[in-house]
């Protein structure tokens, strides 16, 4: 019986993973990302966040190109949860509740983020 090995299959994805995020740099895409978790990291919130348009274009250039960037870098971003109002932090691979000290390290969406996204 075949068994998959998780971390080679990891080692599998981690050069499509490059390919696609390199791509993204190069073009400055708008990030977009739909999660395999439905919801908000936080215990207690029901809010959904599996697909998520962040359109940050909607801040104009100075809040949108370093948040761009960061996407792209693997950095991500931290963003208030609209609902339960706690940090979570995004990126490409996945989204996590952080405290409020680990996300002011980080790069962070404007308060008002949520007005603007498409969340579903
Ligand atoms: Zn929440």
Excluded at 25 to 42: I, K, L, S
Excluded at 44 to 70: K, M
Excluded at 87 to 102: D, L, P, Q, Y
């Amino acid at each position: 019986m075949a068994i998959a090995i998780p971390n080679q299959e990891a080692a599998q994805l981690e050069p499509m993973h490059t390919l696609y995020r390199e791509g993204g740099a190069d073009r400055m895409t708008a990030p977009h990302v739909v999660y395999r978790e439905g919801g908000c990291p936080h215990a207690n919130c029901d809010q959904s966040l599996q697909a998520i348009d962040f359109r940050l274009e909607a801040f104009g250039r100075a809040i949108h190109d370093p948040l761009v960037r960061a996407w792209w870098d693997d950095v991500g971003f931290a963003g208030r949860c609209p609902s339960c109002g706690d940090w979570i932090h995004f990126t490409i691979r996945g989204k996590r509740a952080v405290h409020e000290s680990e996300a002011r390290s980080l790069p962070q969406l404007p308060s008002n983020w949520a007005d603007e996204a498409v969340i579903l």
